[in-house]
Nanobody, 117 residues
Framework: QVQLVESGGGLVQPGGSLRLSCTAS????????MGWYRQAPGKQRELVAA???????NYADSLKGRFTISRDNAKNTVYLHMNSLKPEDTAVYYCHAEPNYPRPDYWGQGTQVTVSS
């Protein structure tokens, strides 16, 4: 089992920045890739960014250039750096871990990001 704990959400003004953190614990050796998804009210959950164990990254096309994903393997932590935030970035952001063997994906509890003046 893997546990994911997110932190760093909150209220920020348009144009501001936030950094989300997700720390994994438990059987972390079973994780292939980690990433972030988000879900806005009334919308489907969507991929924000992902990073693999060899540091390959993948971003939603609409977020490239504003969001950056990184990882600190020593801390078992993945970060999402969000810049130039817009009101449409308001959502619950979920940490995600993809197992390296057949089983359901792991999800964090979610952290709210609200972009508003």
């Amino acid at each position: 089992q893997v546990q994911l704990v997110e932190s760093g959400g909150g209220l920020v003004q348009p144009g501001g920045s936030l950094r989300l953190s997700c720390t994994a614990s438990g059987s972390i050796f079973t994780i292939n890739a980690m990433g972030w998804y988000r879900q806005a009210p009334g919308k489907q959950r969507e991929l924000v960014a992902a990073i693999t164990s060899d540091d390959s990254t993948n971003y939603a096309d609409s977020l490239k250039g504003r969001f950056t994903i990184s990882r600190d393997n020593a801390k078992n932590t993945v970060y999402l750096h969000m810049n130039s935030l817009k009101p449409e970035d308001t959502a619950v952001y979920y940490c995600h871990a993809e197992p390296n063997y057949p089983r359901p994906d792991y999800w964090g509890q979610g952290t709210q990001v609200t972009v508003s003046s």
